[in-house]
T-cell receptor, first 113, second 111 residues
Framework: AQSVTQPDIHITVSEGASLELRCNYS??????LFWYVQSPGQGLQLLLK??????LVQGIKGFEAEFKRSQSSFNLRKPSVHWSDAAEYFC???????????FGGGTRVLVKP | DTGVSQDPRHKITKRGQNVTFRCDPI?????LYWYRQTLGQGPEFLTY????????KSRLLSDRFSAERPKGSFSTLEIQRTEQGDSAMYLC?????????FGQGTRLTVV
């Protein structure tokens, strides 16, 4: 069975500082990995995805993520955080492109002025 | 492309009542998913349709839950005899090939 762990429940970061959100997955085969962002009371918006190829993937809003098979990780990063990045971030894994997703518990990001 | 639409956005119901939610996927998306998200948690998979066929149901989907997707277009999720534990955000997603597009969800509160 696949699972996703996001070790940090909350992260507070100053505006302009860098951000890294951790994600560890458990899956027996090649994973399809995703990061979604959710603003309060809203649905989920896809930030980026990894299926294969280059292990550093670029997404929207200046986010990037790096797939490390040896560490079963898919960490999300942003070099300089904006106040609008305050939201909840979810890492997810799927068995194949377009399949159902298993989500982590999420990391809530607070941005200090 | 108007995105995935869910209706209603909010529903408050008394325990024991039945409720029905609707999801309109992006047109031509043949796959449709329902997820449930409780406060402070990530979404959990409930069920999946490919066109009109319901291909998978989670153990979370008790007998009180039923979902349909007639004609492979919109989908409905019905909860019978609601319980307080059913209070959650119900998310619908659709896709055709790769990534899923999510609706804004229906927030259910059972009082």
């Amino acid at each position: 069975a696949q699972s996703v762990t996001q070790p940090d429940i909350h992260i507070t970061v100053s505006e302009g500082a860098s951000l890294e959100l951790r994600c560890n997955y458990s899956y027996g085969a090649t994973p399809y990995l995703f990061w979604y962002v959710q603003s309060p009371g809203q649905g989920l918006q896809l930030l980026l995805k990894y299926f294969s190829g280059d292990t550093l993937v670029q997404g929207i809003k200046g986010f990037e993520a790096e797939f490390k098979r040896s560490q079963s990780s898919f960490n999300l990063r942003k070099p300089s955080v904006h106040w609008s990045d305050a939201a909840e971030y979810f890492c997810a894994v799927g068995a194949a492109a377009g399949n159902k997703l298993t989500f982590g518990g999420g990391t809530r990001v607070l941005v200090k002025p | 492309d108007t995105g995935v639409s869910q209706d209603p956005r909010h529903k408050i119901t008394k325990r024991g009542q039945n409720v029905t939610f609707r999801c309109d996927p992006i047109s031509e998306h043949n796959r449709l998913y329902w997820y449930r998200q409780t406060l402070g948690q990530g979404p959990e998979f409930l069920t999946y349709f490919q066109n009109e066929a319901q291909l998978e149901k989670s153990r979370l989907l008790s007998d009180r839950f039923s979902a349909e997707r007639p004609k492979g277009s919109f989908s409905t999720l019905e909860i019978q005899r609601t319980e307080q534990g059913d209070s959650a955000m119900y998310l619908c997603a659709s896709n055709r090939y790769t990534e899923a597009f999510f609706g804004q969800g229906t927030r259910l509160t059972v009082v």
